[in-house]
């Protein structure tokens, strides 16, 4: 049984991520933002553990973490939460740019040098779901591309420093996914959403587990997704 620490299992792809592993009697560890949303959590993935704090305050996961008891030991840390708003460049505020790379980019940063250690002790394998704005940035997507770049070069760093511990890194970056957060994406766009034209949050799911349930000694380092025709 393996043990996973996930950010992001309330809804859309982390929610479909925590149900397949705990289906099959994984341990989950599921990070929620206060102890109302642990409750929540912990209702939806019956038998799920949680750990307590902010995503969207990096600089207070160390204090929140040493104040819980972390497992010893983490196959699986998983990053698929995050946040999104759109707007031109010309109207972004420091405001959504602060709030959009806290979430996005330095919480994955900060937690996973929280919990390094336990991954270290386990050989296990980071996970960070990225984004196709990850890899190219269109109109009024500047402040989420720029998070999802830095993710990007996070992993690559951290690939790169880990693989003497065994520690394996791997992005996942989805296309258009039919969730919540596209859903949004769609408003502030003026777009009419159909789920129906994107990736599920299964699909992507099933890539994730695809890259962790590899064997030791062979890893994904990226996997691209686009929904299919």
């Known amino acids: 049984m393996a043990t996973h620490v996930i950010t992001g299992a309330g809804s859309g792809i982390g929610a479909a991520v925590a149900r397949r592993l705990g289906e099959r009697g994984d341990e989950l560890w599921l990070w929620a933002r206060d102890a109302g949303r642990a409750r929540e959590l912990e209702k939806q993935h019956p038998g799920a553990r949680t750990l307590v704090g902010d995503l969207a305050e990096p600089e207070r996961l160390s204090w929140a973490l040493g104040h819980q008891s972390p497992p010893d030991r983490i196959d699986g840390l998983l990053h698929i939460a995050g946040v999104l708003e759109l707007g031109p460049v010309g109207e972004l505020t ?136």
């Open 94 to 229: 420091p405001a959504i740019w602060w709030a959009t790379l806290a979430a996005n980019l330095m919480a994955p940063a900060e937690l996973t040098r929280l919990l390094l250690p336990q991954v270290r002790a386990a050989r296990g394998h980071v996970v960070f779901v990225n984004s196709g704005a990850g890899l190219r940035a269109s109109a009024h997507w500047s402040a989420y591309a720029a998070s999802k770049h830095g993710l990007r070069a996070l992993a690559d760093s951290l690939r790169a420093e880990e693989a003497a511990h065994g520690v394996r890194v791997t992005t996942v970056y989805p296309g258009r996914t039919a969730t919540p957060m596209q859903e949004k994406a769609h408003r502030q766009e003026g777009a009419e959403y159909d789920p129906d034209r994107w990736l599920t949050a299964d699909a992507v799911a099933t890539t994730v587990l695809t890259a962790i349930d590899l064997p030791p000694g062979n890893e994904i380092t990226d996997l691209t997704l686009r929904p299919g025709g």
